[in-house]
């Protein structure tokens, strides 16, 4: 573990990478707020730039599952509860197989072939293309497989339950709070696998300690806006952060 202090850093950053990830926190927070989802993606994202993911995502997860507990006391009437259980008993048994896959394919061929999917999926639902009823449970366990394979394998458990409530006839407010309450659950999933392959440490608390009360003035303000906004706004805000989540993943894989 690095020195909490050296010479012109904090915990192994410099000013300019806490900057970013001071930034990032905040928006990522606000849109954690408004939407239910999006905050360890963003982060992630955009710190990457400048820190090693290997350092920046197991901070991610412990913020993002800090942001779970935090609004589920607010959002919890929204939940569906009963979608929860099923996606959580079709996510738990998959996530080894998520974690088989990161081993047997390489990472940005998955995240290639993750970012495709999702962006075609949120295409065809902003075309209108959707479930004219709400999900059955049998739709409800498949998506929960897939959000197991995905946070074994590629640590993004969000888009089937997101691109699932986007397409049925449910409020986006169910989407929110069932987002939140399924998050809790995969964040606690990964935070444990991440502590046994021994990616959790004193230098990353410390470093989530210094960015919490980001994500916390953060998540308030994506709540308020929240409460202000028309429910088809919401839906819209959702749909264009699949979007552009789904084409910088596209574009990272590409790139490099």
Known sequence: ????????????????????????????????????????????????????????VPIAVILD?????????????DVDRRGVALMTLGALPMIPVGVWLLAVVHEDDMRLAIGIVVLLATLAIAAGVGLRR????????????????MTGSAGIPGP??????????????????????????????VLLRLAIT???NVEVLLHCLILIPVVEVAVLMGRRLHGRARPEHVKRAALALLMVLAIVAIGRVLLT
């Open 1 to 56: 573990m690095t020195g909490v202090f050296e010479t012109g850093t904090l915990l192994g950053w410099g000013p300019g990478v806490w900057a970013l990830a001071a930034a990032a926190c905040l928006v990522a927070g606000v849109v954690r707020g408004f939407t239910g989802f999006g905050l360890a993606l963003i982060v992630v994202t955009a710190v990457s730039v400048l820190a090693a993911p290997v350092e920046i």
């Open 65 to 77: 599952l800090f942001a779970s507990i935090r609004m589920l006391p607010h959002v919890h009437r």
């Open 134 to 149: 709400p999900p059955g449970a049998s739709l409800k366990i498949i998506t929960g497989c897939a959000v197991g394979v």
């Open 160 to 189: 089937p339950v997101i691109l699932l409530y986007l397409s049925s006839p449910l409020p986006p407010a169910t989407l929110r709070a069932t987002a939140v309450a399924i998050f809790l659950v995969t964040d606690f999933a």
């Open 198 to 200: 021994g990616f959790l």
